[in-house]
């Protein structure tokens, strides 16, 4: 473990934005501060100190307080984010022309060798924890900060932004119960959640879904169209449905708009997949929703606030005890570090008997199995 004095720390926020990441900032940087470090941030994710020619007027920025001051309740990243730039992914031109993906980490360490950086605080998800973890193997000292809307990371109870996620997709689909009410539709609601359903199932629980489909369950139309009938014979003509982005029919996969070198795939399409084949199968009016990236936008819920201002003073005492190579992690009522190895290239996966499916069942909701 490295001990050395810190003079100089630099925060990043990788992937896709989350509410709470200006909180996370705000709390390392006002600590740092307090210990009389210097706080710099880097911008659009690594590539402003990565590809620094794509920033004349500077890809890492001096954060101070007077930056920092107001920004806890404020959606997206003071600092820009990138879901490309992976500098172990770096899409490289052959001389033959083909492209392939080229790991360039060692001139990251070097660049943040030669602006005397001893330390980064990196604020992400899988993706982003990833980079930070093989930095930190490389030789950097490395804080991780869990973050993601789809609450997919192991080793925290929680990552930031969900909870406003959560709640914004549960506010959404109440308000269409009124609608699908008045309409006698099926609506299906589209929340994000590649590879884990925790939106879904939260929101849709929440919400008073009638059917959850989520990545974790393949699902079956017919289960649902009967579903659908059966609530019809009951008096209810109409339907709720929430749709993981990730959720695939049983023996299929999930929908993938395209694929491009350096980045993850990007999905979408499956709330129309399913709408389609729902009203072929019912003969019902059925419409759906997409809330995309609805959900990562506006100002973070309370929770979200705290754990954020939390996560970012615990990453600081962290370097300040000489810690690195870890990730903070909520575990309730207090956090803790974890080695970043136990969580990267791993995913959290809602379980199939957690007390919130089988509540979900035991309310009558469907998961379409
Ligand atoms: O943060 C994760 C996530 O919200 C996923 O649910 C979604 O697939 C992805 O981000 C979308 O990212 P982008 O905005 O880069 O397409």
Redesign the pocket.
Known sequence: MKTSRIKRIAINTG??D?PGLNAVIRAVTIAALNRGWEVLGIRDGLNGIFLPHLYPDGGVVPLTRERVRGITHLGGTILGTT?KGNPLKHPTQRKDGTWYEKDRSDEVVRAFKTMKIDALVAIG?DGSLTIAHALAEKGLRVVGVPK???NDLDKTVVTFGFDTAVSFATACIDRLHSTAESHQRVMVVEV???YAGWIALNSGVSSSADVILIPEIPYDLQKVAEKIKEREKEGSKFTIIVVA??AKPKGGTASVVSKELG??E??GGVGERVANEIQQLTGKETRCVVLG?L??GGTPTTFDRLVSLRFGAAAVRALEQGKSNVMVALDPPTVRYVPLEQVTGRMKAVPLDCDTILSARDLGISFGD
Do not use: S
């Open positions: 992937g896709g989350a879901n998800g993601t809307i789809d994000m959640g590649r982005e990730g980045r993850a990007r999905l990236h959900l990562r």
